[in-house]
Each structure stands twice: as structure tokens, then as C-alpha cells.
């Protein structure tokens, strides 16, 4: 059972105190099954309820070149949403030996309804003298001019085999079927305007492992996969192709991973700011992803912990049209080429009434990218953050987690579309 309730009060010189606000709150409960039966036959489900109402405001400042004097015009916008969720599976697993045959048989059911609504608005507000700031209050009597109600069914089944060879040669394959139904409801104009639309997608797995060494063995995977789509468009289809090793040292507790992958995906869909200042959604033909991860993790005496991480990736529209222009060749917006990080766990043994205390802290390092689908609307700075963790057990099974993130409170422009948006500021999470 999980409750969290996020997001405080944010607030600009420009704008306006009693309406700079977002307010999160979702409820989440979950359950799990498990049962093994005799010879290799188990049975797990899952079934997962969550709840989220989030609502904001914000009024911003729109200044020009040519503005004279200290009074600049300022524009809100916001929104009021929820969304409610119930996804569960039922999975039936059975293994077997034949001989030097290891064998894994999965089969399972899925479902997945959901219920959104939104309601959007924007306005002109009152200027502001940015020399002598005088608030006003928050603005009223504004109408959304988006206002939608939207309902998610899906339905799959699938299936998946595993084949171990001499406890060398790992082999898998895998099929699923998805039905996706959407049904959307526009009340942006006072009445009510209904659409549906409906989906049946197929999708495929497989991967090789062979085990070098027992300390090294390298892979090499393909997998499918499909995401629910808007109405009047198709499902986001994507494909990706994985090769790798992994090495696990004798004599200590390690574990070294390098891969290399190609990532495509078709009907992709993007936020694009039109001439007007409205966001629309736009679909993009075809898009791809090249890169290359390395990762270590390792254990040392002490209770020392270390995991460190690098990824390359290079993003491209290999064909794609926004707004009347083609962006064949360009980069995505908000996808950097270089992603770093590194984190370090310290673990103190309890001792008489204190309990066991887990201490850790870390870095991230985000490279720059481009803000827009266009690559002409500029580029982010290079990011740096330090992150820390407390933990405590405060009795057998029960234990307190506190979580901050950037912990040094750096800000940096990270989007740019109608206005230009920073990163979150620290955020301490218990």
C-alpha cells in the first residue's frame, strides 16, 4: 500500500504566488499470487489499482526585444487531470529437464483499463512592472479550451519458451498479442463529441546467450514491441537489436556489462509548438537509435557498494515531416548522446538496539541535446547532479528510506517550447 503526495508551491519573481502551484496525489495497492505446485508447474498474478489527480497553474512572463520600459506582459496556463488504472496478469510457468536440456514454458493473460480526463486552459494576464512586482491574485472566470475524457482497454495473451543446452547455450522465443480499444470523448466545445477506434498488433521476442567462459558469456537479441496509440493514428511500432557480454570474475561479487544496440521505432508521436503558441501532437514516420552501454557493479569488504554506468547513443528521424517541413536527419528533441553516472552504498551493521544503517551517494552527468524536433530552437547545457540516500532499520522487515535528489539544488533550462522550463530543484522523498 502506497501513498504519495508531491510538488509544492512554485514560485518567479514574474509570476504570481497564489497560483504558481502543482499539487500530485496518487494512491497505488497492489497484490501478488504465487503458488508452486509438484514437477516444475507455478502460478503467479498480479493485480494493481492506482489513482492520480494532478493539477497546475503557472503564469509566466512574455517579454520581446522591442519592450520599453519595466512593464512586461505575462500570459497563464495550467491544467486539472486523473487518471485511474487497473492492470493485472495471471502467468502459468512450468519447467522441465531432458537430459543436458533445461526447459522453461510461460504462458499468461493480461489485462489493462484506464480512465483519463483533462482540462486545459491559457489566457492572457495582467502585466508586471519586473522593478516594482505588485500581485494580483490568481486569475478567474478562464475557460479550458481543451476538456477530454479518455478510456483504455487492453486485452493480451502470450507465450514464452527457454532452452538451456548443456548449461551452455541459452535460446528464447517469444509471441504476444495485444487488442487495444480506445474511446475518447471531446466536451472542449460544451458538447459532448464521441470517437473509437480499435487495435489488434502482434508482436515476437527472441534472444541467444552462450556461455564463453564460466565467468564470460555474450548474447545477441531481437525484440518488438508496440505502444497504445492515439485515436486516428497507428500504434507506435519499434524494433530493436541487441548485441553484448557480460563477465562475472571469479572471487569476487561483480558484475561487468557492454552492449551495443539499434533501436527503431515507426508512428512516433511528438509535441510540436505551432506558430500560434498551441502544442499539438504531431506523428513522425520513422525514427532510430544507435548506441552503446557499459555498466560495472561490485561488492567489496567493508559493505562498500559501487555501480557506475556509461551510454553513447546517437537519435535520428529517418523520415518525418513536422509543421510542412521535413526533419529527415535530425537529432530528437531531449536526447542527449552522452548519459554517465555513478553511485556509491556504505552499509553500517546495526548493533545492540540501533539497526542496520545504509548510507549512499551518487553523480549523474546529462550531455547536452537539442529542445526541438526542428534543431533550430538551441541546445541544453551539459547537467551535473549529486544525489544521496539515507536508510535505517528501524525493526525486523521494517525499515525508513530517505531519498534526495540533486542534492547540490543545480538548475538548468532543460526544455524550451512556449517558454523555457528548468529541471526539478531538490526533492527529498521519505
Given amino acids: 500500500f502506497t501513498t504519495l503526495a508531491s510538488y509544492g508551491s512554485v514560485f518567479v519573481e514574474g509570476g504570481e504566488p497564489s497560483f504558481n502551484d502543482q499539487n500530485v496525489e496518487r494512491l497505488t495497492l497492489s497484490a501478488e499470487f504465487r503458488h508452486e505446485f509438484e514437477n516444475g508447474l507455478n502460478l503467479r498474478a498480479n493485480l494493481r489499482y492506482s489513482d492520480l489527480d494532478d493539477d497546475f497553474g503557472y503564469v509566466y512572463l512574455s517579454d520581446t526585444a522591442a519592450r520599453t520600459g519595466s512593464v512586461v506582459d505575462r500570459f497563464y496556463f495550467g491544467s486539472d487531470s486523473t487518471a485511474e488504472e487497473w492492470i493485472g496478469n495471471a502467468i502459468v510457468q512450468y519447467d522441465a529437464s531432458f537430459g543436458r536440456v533445461d526447459s522453461s514454458t510461460l504462458a499468461g493473460v493480461e489485462f489493462r483499463t484506464a480512465s483519463t480526463t483533462s482540462a486545459d486552459f491559457y489566457g492572457a494576464y495582467d502585466p508586471i512592472d519586473v522593478e516594482d512586482p505588485a500581485y494580483v491574485g490568481p486569475p478567474t472566470g478562464y475557460t479550458p479550451y481543451n476538456v477530454e475524457e479518455t478510456d483504455y482497454t487492453t486485452r493480451s495473451l502470450f507465450a514464452q519458451q527457454n532452452f538451456s543446452f548443456s548449461d551452455r547455450i541459452v535460446a528464447t522465443v517469444g509471441v504476444r498479442q495485444d487488442w487495444l480499444d480506445i474511446e475518447n470523448a471531446d466536451l472542449s466545445s460544451g458538447t459532448r463529441v464521441e470517437s473509437e477506434d480499435d487495435f489488434s498488433e502482434t508482436s515476437y521476442r527472441a534472444a541467444l546467450t552462450y556461455k564463453i567462459t ?53 508512428n512516433v508521436v511528438v ?21 552503446a552501454e557499459i555498466e560495472a557493479k561490485a561488492e567489496f569488504a567493508g559493505n562498500l557498494g559501487l555501480v557506475g554506468a556509461y551510454s553513447y547513443q546517437e537519435s535520428e528521424f529517418v523520415r518525418g515531416e513536422v509543421r510542412g517541413t521535413t526533419v529527415d536527419g535530425n537529432a530528437f528533441a531531449t536526447v542527449p548522446n552522452h548519459l554517465a553516472s555513478l553511485w556509491l552504498t556504505y552499509g553500517v551493521p546495526g548493533e545492540g538496539a540501533r539497526g542496520d544503517i545504509d548510507l549512499g551517494l551518487g553523480a549523474r552527468y546529462v550531455g547536452e541535446y537539442y529542445y526541438g524536433v526542428t534543431n533550430d530552437t538551441g541546445k541544453s547545457p551539459e547537467q551535473y547532479y549529486v544525489d544521496a540516500s539515507f536508510g535505517y532499520e528501524l525493526a525486523e522487515n521494517t525499515s525508513l528510506q530517505v531519498n ?24 527529498v522523498t521519505a
Fill in 271 to 291: 509535441p510540436v509548438v505551432l506558430d500560434t503558441g498551441v502544442i499539438e501532437r504531431q506523428t513522425i514516420g520513422e525514427s532510430r537509435v544507435r548506441g
Fill in 404 to 427: 534526495v535528489s540533486n542534492l547540490l539544488d543545480r538548475q538548468y533550462v532543460v526544455g524550451k517550447g512556449t517558454a523555457a522550463y528548468y529541471n526539478s530543484g531538490r526533492t
Fill in 214 to 266: 564460466d565467468e564470460t558469456s555474450a548474447y545477441a537479441s531481437y525484440v518488438e514491441s508496440v505502444a497504445p496509440p492515439a485515436i486516428g493514428t497507428e500504434p507506435e511500432r519499434g524494433e530493436q537489436y541487441e548485441i553484448g557480454v557480460k563477465y562475472q570474475p571469479a572471487g569476487i561479487n561483480a558484475l561487468f556489462t557492454a552492449s551495443a544496440y539499434e533501436l527503431t521505432k515507426k
